[in-house]
């Protein structure tokens, strides 16, 4: 494949990678969460072998997909808005074109797409994207086309993915698909079945070809990245019928990550996302002993109120939550932890509220991601719960924590007022073009005036300013990483 350089909406560079003699062009959108613009990256390397380069121009498409999420509304409305717009052009100045919906809203509302609505050509589930090209002869010969069936084994292990919109420094590596954890506000369960885990040595065959290719950084993904189990092939679930001889040869997170890291010690490896209830302190101890595991964990905890974790269905109370961060911190002093926060939960009291709020304080997290409840059709809190929170209620109690969440991360971005951090250039400044941006191992945005370094770059910077977003600094020197 060769590669071309275009530009996004943003201005930023990006690196598609074109296979020699495909013809048909490929306009692909992720939205949602990381996994899903994973995925769009082993779609993109799926149709690379039916013909298929991805193009950065939507009028020029024969085929557009937008890969779905559907754990908020608000993304679902952002979803149909995309899909009003691809069917204006395909209208207006492209009718040949052929829309398709992947993902999480595939699986939920694949009826609806096709034979209510007739919005899209075709309807494809996260698990049975390997069958893209028969679908689209279908589509081809006039007929729609759909498969959302949930597998139980299928995880891309075999793909090599066409790295999309790349900065090409850092890239996601999919270890696990599907949950096995049955929250009553989520719908992943359902839409991308259950857990099962990547054979080990497809996931270093992987890594060792991003670090050929000159990438810098990582990030492990998975629903539940921490539940990662290897032992053969199968789900989790039916581990404990596994052979004595797989129980005894089994990789878990910890072992995978420790590979991870020796396997390539100059390359920066993250992970994502973590449970409270499946996150291992052994899987600490390795983030310690190991300098290019990088310093930061996504820990979502929802709520900080034992009634409302319960109704939730979240296996873990506050105090395991609480223990567990004075535990991260003991063994890694200077972890970052960020949050997932849902408030106006069905049921949920101004006391419970304050329950969260009095968690928030306790961790004081470096960054997070907060929303009010949004109501998913199908999971057990749509069908079994009233959502019985006020709207303006809620919009209040998602302010105060974004408000406190801001203090908060300012306090943590001082701690590196007037230190030296490694920082891995990824990008130009948004709000400079005289100006490097990257992230520190905590996940940290840092800003510094370019000099003579470039992209990929590992740099020494020390942090002169701060907002509570972003540290600001001056370049001292290339790490040791380089």
Known sequence: MEKIIDENKQGEALVLEQKEGNKRKLFIESYGCAMNFSDSEIVASILATAGFNTTQNLEDADLVLVNTCSIRDKAEQTVRKRLEKYNAVKRDSNPKMKVGVLGCMAERLKTKFLEEEKIVDLVVGPDAYKDLPNLLAEVDEGRDAINVILSKEETYGDISPVRLNTNGVTAFVSITRGCDNMCTFCVVPFTRGRERSRDPQSIIEEINDLWDRGFKEITLLGQNVDSYLWYGGGLKKDFDKASDFQKATAVNFSNLLELCAKTQP????????????????????????????????????????????????????????????????????????????????????????????????????????????????????????????????????????????????EIRTKEHLNTVV?????????????????????????????????????????????????????????????
Not at 442 to 471: M, R, W
């Open 422 to 482: 490694e920082v891995l250039i990824e990008k130009e400044s948004k709000k400079s073009d005289t100006q490097w941006s990257g992230r520190t191992p905590q996940n940290i945005v840092a800003v510094f005036p370019k000099e003579h370094y470039k992209v990929g770059d590992f740099v020494n910077v020390k942090v002169t300013d701060c907002t509570s977003a972003t540290l600001i600094g001056v370049a001292v020197g290339l790490s040791m990483n380089n």
């Open 266 to 409: 100059k390359m920066r490896i993250r992970f994502s996302t973590s449970n409270p209830q499946d996150l291992t302190l052994d899987v600490v101890e390795t983030m310690a002993k190991y300098q290019n595991i990088c310093n930061h964990i996504h820990l979502p905890v929802q709520s900080g109120s034992n009634r409302i974790l319960k109704e939730m269905n979240r296996l873990h109370t506050r105090e395991e939550y609480m223990a567990l961060i004075d535990n991260i911190r003991k063994i890694i002093p200077d972890c970052a932890i960020s949050q997932d926060m849902i408030v106006g939960f069905p049921t949920e009291t101004e006391a419970d509220f304050q329950d969260t709020v009095s968690l928030m304080d306790y961790v004081k997290y470096n960054f997070g991601y907060m929303f009010t409840y949004s109501e998913r059709p199908g999971t057990l809190a749509e069908r079994k719960m009233i959502d019985d929170v006020p709207e303006e209620v809620k919009k209040r109690r998602l302010q105060d924590i974004v408000d406190l969440q801001r203090e908060h991360s």
